[in-house]
């Protein structure tokens, strides 16, 4: 049971997390704009060369706004992963008298504030640069919060998740390759689940269980309109039965491999 005592504690930690997140922050938004601008610029503009019209343009967009938390995931797990071979401070901070698994949830806390304030800049910078380009007209601002705050939260229970399998760096790239890539690559950044469909539904529905599916999904309905995607409030309440598992499944691995059973 937790109590004001403990919450005290886990809002002053994540207080002193955020500080010092705040003296990186500025090298972080400039590279979210050199890769943001970058693809836009590309997808836009160049790829029109190619026959890609802005409807594309806008769909690639929507999938950008759904990746560019999800890009925070790689430098948390080296971060993560290099302090539990290092310092271990996160052992210093589970001798600390609050649960062990509150002090973990502070991690996913850090990593969605973290995230969301770095991505929440990608759609008003694409619609600045692309302007009549990028057609928001069936742009919903409520499901568009909803699923922002859905899938930040749901990217720090899956970094909890990778953190707990990766042995050390030097394994940091075999998981990052075998496991987290093709789960952003086929949970439909190219592609909607209703085309994938109509070309292959085995693979379409074998692609019901990568939640990053759901993320890309909602996010394009709700920038984008429902037509041609999955329900979005389906896809809410699945993103979170997946930020529930991812939840479960790393604190108890982490406490397991720190010794704190």
């Known amino acids: 049971m937790i ?38 610029w590309v997808n836009t503009y160049l790829m029109a060369a190619f026959g890609v019209n802005d409807e594309f343009s806008a769909f ?4 950008s706004c759904a990746t560019a938390g999800f890009f925070e ?16 401070i996160i052992s210093y901070y589970l001798t600390l008298p609050i649960p062990a ?16 304030t770095l991505s929440i800049i990608v759609l008003p910078l694409c619609k600045i640069m692309l302007w009549n380009k990028f057609d928001l007209s069936a742009f919903n601002i409520a499901q ?3 699923i922002f705050v ?11 998740v990778v953190t707990s399998y990766v042995k050390n760096m030097s394994s940091l790239g075999n998981v990052w390759m075998r496991f987290v890539y093709p789960v952003w690559f086929l949970g439909g950044f190219q592609y909607a689940w209703g085309t994938l469909y109509k070309t292959s539904p ?26 041609g995607y999955l329900p979005f409030w389906a896809c809410i309440g699945i993103i979170m039965i997946f930020t529930v598992l991812c939840t479960w499944l790393g604190i108890v691995r982490l406490k397991k491999r720190l010794d704190f059973i």
């Open 60 to 63: 690639m967009v929507a999938g």
């Open 150 to 160: 859905a899938m930040n939260i749901f990217y720090g229970a899956f970094t909890l």
């Open 202 to 227: 085995a693979f379409a529905y074998l692609g019901l269980i990568n939640p990053m599916t759901y993320v890309m999904e909602a996010t394009r309905c709700s920038v984008l309109g429902q037509q």
């Open 144 to 146: 568009f919060m909803s």
């Open 73 to 88: 995931i790689y430098p948390s797990v080296i971060h993560w992963v290099s302090d539990i071979e290092g310092d271990q």
């Open 101 to 116: 698994w509150l002090m973990l949830t502070r991690m996913i806390a850090f990593f969605a504030i973290s995230a969301g």
């Open 3 to 40: 109590n004001s005592f403990h919450i005290h504690v886990f809002k002053q930690l994540l207080w002193t997390d955020l500080k010092i997140f705040s003296q990186l922050i500025n090298d972080k938004i400039i590279n979210f704009i050199i890769w943001v601008t970058t693809a836009a």
